[in-house]
């Protein structure tokens, strides 16, 4: 069934009164850690404030808030997890980390305090926690969004050794976020973020927190929009101190996502006179309900159980779930019905082996197999050409590794990107999803922005976001592409 999502959607007009229209229809869920008493590296000043500060925000606009204070490794995932949990079949959470951060071999880690000197790079990953898998978790859990705010680039705790360095670039690397996630860092990739303006600032949080924290509670502001009102603000006081330091966001969401519904300062609004003189205020806001009864008009009178599956995975615990759980029951019967009329072996041949729960993986051959018959996948060039679209010959950047495999019906892709130059390249990216015989089957995707630093590798990981989804094409263009 062919169908394109959130096409003709209207902004739906909804009477505000000074309630949060979002907070009554969604769980609202925000874990906040902040590390200050690190035990053996260098300590920080302001980062409990700061996390103090921004839980106290988050309780005032109505989530559900977990804050916890110089938290270790054990606590740190066991709270995480634990937040994972609240959030998943479809809740909203926020996650606030205030502290250390580090950068090893382009990978971004949250720092526990109670972490040893590491001795060598992988160190760091038995000891600090991830965010890719932070973020991996979140996506599994199915969660409808997740904002991760990450004042973690402060400075670079570790010494550099004879020979090979720690963590020795400053600030966090660029991120892959999956869909349905936002990323804010308190500073652009390899920036230390400012814990202070000088011997004299006597605020009592950091140079981004201070600077996000009033847009928390203002209406209508989304958390794109409020990253921009507070770069501007952070360039403009780090300069002036003689620091570079640009908040950066990654995003991977098909909308806006407001800590508090209703009109922007100082937007303008229809008023019409009121009964007694007074005006009725009347705001434009996109319903996240009006979203998904869109998604549901668009495959209600479906044949066919895939586009039930598809509601289901975005909305687990949607409105319409019971209908379409009942609807692909009922198309389920329908089809072993069928079967018992044909000859016995055909069901058999049709049934996948007993053993397919577990994810396989796909071949990288130009035309995929039936699910049943997945086999090993292939690393091969040849296996790679034939799944990679680039506009032009690129230079310096090659894909040197792909690799998909399924699971939960939904196609994995990870693809390694290799710079055999020295310099730092940018890349642009994005994927062609295909059924069997090659047709689309979602519709194209934004280029999404990717650098990757000199002689050095960078992963890309993406789910598929239709079960229709069986075959796939990479598709990359870099500034220094020649004509083909």
């Known amino acids: 069934m062919k169908r394109t999502l959130l096409i003709g959607l209207s902004l739906v007009v909804t009477l505000l009164l000074g309630s949060n229209v979002m907070a009554a229809t969604e769980r609202r869920v925000a874990l906040v850690i902040g590390n200050n008493d690190y035990q053996n590296i260098s300590k920080l000043e302001k980062a409990v404030n700061d996390a103090n500060s921004v839980a106290a925000e988050l309780r005032k606009v109505g989530f559900e808030v977990q804050a916890f204070n110089n938290v270790g490794q054990k606590k740190m995932n066991q709270v995480i997890n634990d937040f994972v949990q609240k959030v998943s079949g479809g809740g909203v959470g926020v996650f606030f980390f205030a502290g250390h951060g580090l950068q ?97 600032d006597n605020n009592p949080n950091g140079l981004f927190t201070r600077e996000f924290l009033p847009m928390i509670s203002q209406p209508g502001v989304s958390s794109t929009d409020a990253l921009k009102k507070t770069r501007s603000m952070v360039i403009q006081k780090a300069k002036s101190v003689g620091h570079e330091q640009q908040p950066a966001i990654y995003d991977q969401t098909d909308g806006d996502f407001y800590f508090v519904s209703g009109p922007a300062p100082g937007q303008s609004v229809t008023t019409s006179p009121g009964a007694q003189g007074g005006t009725t205020t009347v705001v434009q806001s996109v ?75 796909l071949a990288m051959g130009s035309t995929p197999p039936p699910p049943p018959a997945a086999s ?42 290799t710079n055999i130059s020295a310099g730092n390249q940018q890349l642009y990216y994005r994927f062609k999803w295909m059924d069997r015989d090659g047709f689309n089957v979602w519709e194209d995707e934004p280029w999404k922005p990717m650098i990757v630093y000199g002689n050095q590798k960078q992963i890309i990981n993406v789910v598929s976001p239709t079960f229709k989804a069986t075959d796939f094409r990479l598709i990359l263009q870099s500034p220094d592409s020649t004509s083909n």
Do not use: H
Request: hydrophobic share 35%.
């Open 287 to 361: 319903d996240p309900k009006a979203i998904e009864l869109s998604f549901w008009d668009s495959i209600k009178d479906s044949k066919e159980a895939e586009d039930y599956q598809d509601y289901l995975s975005k909305y687990p615990s949607g409105q319409f779930a019971p209908l379409a759980t009942r609807r692909i029951a009922a198309m389920s019967k329908t089809v072993s019905r069928g079967s018992d009329s044909a000859s016995a072996s055909a069901p058999a041949a049709a049934l996948p082996p007993a053993t397919a729960s577990t994810p396989a993986p």
């Open 376 to 417: 090993s996948i292939s690393g091969g060039n040849s296996s790679i050409a034939s799944k990679l679209e680039q506009q032009g010959i690129m230079n310096n950047l090659k894909v040197t590794d792909l690799r998909a495999t399924k699971r939960d019906n939904l196609l994995r892709i990870q693809a390694e990107i």
């Open 104 to 200: 090893i071999n382009n990978q971004n880690f949250l720092v526990p305090v109670d972490m040893d000197p590491p001795r060598e790079a992988d160190d760091v990953a038995d000891q600090a926690i991830s965010v890719s898998v932070l973020q991996d978790k979140l996506a599994v859990a199915k969660a409808k969004y997740t904002l991760l705010v990450l004042d973690a680039c402060r400075n670079n705790p570790l010494p550099k050794k004879a020979g090979r360095s720690i963590g020795s670039t400053r600030g966090l690397a660029m991120t892959n976020s999956p869909s349905g996630q936002t990323v804010l860092y308190s500073a652009g990739a390899n920036q230390e973020a400012l814990d202070s303006l000088g011997n004299n």
